[in-house]
């Protein structure tokens, strides 16, 4: 059985002290929490992030970079530019907790965990500004919008983000998960997948519903396309190769008497590695196209790809460099034996700078929610029965545990470049 979770000590570096202020960013976290906002519209996150960052004092604020956007520099003497970064955005989902502080805004939430995110640099911010002595360089805090969307991170570069700003020598960022608190995971090399949105608009001939004779059924045409893709990824792609293909939406008429002229699919396509990718891209066109002609489209389907996702890539020697701060902390790392397959634009920035970047995974559960065999079962990719995963309507870490694991992490990392 493997050995149970270490508990990361408070002793060490100053920085690492975060009892006197645990509480105030779990008030921090519920109020972001409960006012979620969408990709581009993160404005009362981003005067949040403001109002916590003036309140540590030290550090020089620039708003509005890549729309909605804050950038924050902290510079404490000679030393190493090390770049941190959290996302603000939420998801267009419902929230069904039931916490008492569930998001009041309708049909908006912060499933993915990034309110946690801005509170965990938030919190690093004030400890490394209350702390000055312990360390030496340039902090560079990047609170970015509109990741889900896979759009944010270039619209801050866009915006003059390298140019602006002191230019990195590593990025950092982290990504809180169904994780017992006090395990972190990640790996060199890819360590998330790329993602393509696909929109598929299938032309068909409209009717009554009394007469499918004189019609072209593009519903019927798109259950055919639907049935097709999902044979792609498991009977076409290579062994070996991750591939992974998903039909999210389906839409088509609005009444039941009527034969629509049009449907349409929205479809998740991810990928490891650019040839997988771009051979992915061209044989869904090709079933598509294939399956529209079999039964006599009007015309050829539209095919539209839309918000990229990158490859996230981990420099191996920098990656090595976290996993031993984390370790010699007391988190517990895990190296995954193969990629994720959500996707980050995170990569961006370090691509963009030419520098060394480095991306992990982190516990945002309590770990009592966890039998002793948790690290076995997360090895095998299970989760415990009932425990919510990202973009999951019930999906929240825990205010606790979450935030406490969050800080202390980032900060270790920061501090192991900074001294």
């Known amino acids: 059985m493997p050995a149970p979770l270490p508990t990361p000590p408070e002793a060490g570096h100053p920085a690492l ?59 404490n003497g000679e030393g190493p530019v090390v770049w941190l970064r959290a996302d ?22 912060h499933a993915c965990g990034h309110d946690v995110h801005v509170t965990a640099l938030l919190g690093a911010c004030r400890q490394l500004a209350a702390h000055p002595a312990g360390w030496s360089g340039t902090v560079v805090a990047v609170f970015q919008p509109a990741e889900e969307v896979g759009r944010g991170a270039q619209a801050m570069q866009d915006d003059g983000l ?53 019609a072209i059924d593009p519903v019927v045409l798109a259950a055919c396309v639907v049935l097709r893709l999902q044979t792609f990824s498991a009977r076409q792609t290579q062994p070996g190769r991750s591939t992974i293909l998903t039909v999210g939406s389906i839409h088509s008429g609005t009444v039941a008497n009527v034969i629509p002229h049009t449907a349409e699919l929205l479809c998740s396509l ?13 044989e869904i066109r090709r079933i598509v196209r294939a399956e529209a002609d079999a039964q006599g489209a009007t015309r050829e389907p539209d095919i539209e790809t839309y918000d990229p996702f990158p490859v996230t890539v981990n420099t191996a020697d920098a990656t090595e460099r976290v996993v031993a701060a984390l370790g010699e902390a007391g988190t ?41 065999d948790a690290l076995a079962a997360l090895e095998r990719g299970t989760l415990p029965p009932g425990m919510p995963a990202n973009h999951s309507p019930y999906y929240a870490p825990s205010d606790r545990h979450a935030l406490a694991a969050g800080v202390r992490q980032l900060l270790t990392v920061a501090l192991d470049r900074l001294g």
Do not use: N
């Not at 267009?92 to 908006?108: I, W």
């Not at 602006?164 to 017992?180: A, K, N, S």
């Not at 480095?358 to 002793?372: I, L, N, Q, S």
């Open 88 to 109: 603000m955005d939420a998801l267009p989902v419902q929230e069904a907790t039931g916490l008492p502080y569930a998001s009041v805004e309708a049909g908006r939430m």
């Open 162 to 214: 390298l140019d602006r700003f002191p230019r990195p020598e590593v990025v950092l960022g982290q990504h809180v998960g169904p994780l017992p608190a006090g395990l972190v995971v990640t790996r060199p090399g890819v360590v998330m997948a790329a993602a393509d949105s696909i929109r598929v608009t299938l032309h068909g001939a409209g009717a009554h519903a009394s007469t499918p004779h004189l």
């Open 332 to 372: 517990a790392v895990r190296i995954l034996p193969a990629p994720y397959t959500a996707s980050e634009d995170f990569g961006r920035f370090g691509r963009a700078a030419g520098c060394p970047s480095v991306f992990f995974h982190f516990g945002g559960a309590d770990p009592a929610d966890f039998g002793p």
């Open 270 to 282: 991810r990928t490891t590695d650019e040839s997988g990718r771009a051979e992915a891209l061209a």
């Open 17 to 75: 002290d975060l009892a006197a202020h645990l509480a105030h960013w779990q008030e921090v976290y519920r109020d972001l929490h409960a006012h979620p906002e969408l990709a581009f519209a993160e404005h009362r996150t981003a005067a949040v992030v403001v109002r916590e960052l003036t309140a540590a004092g030290g550090w020089e604020i620039t708003e509005k970079v890549g729309g909605t956007g804050v950038v924050a520099v902290l510079r």
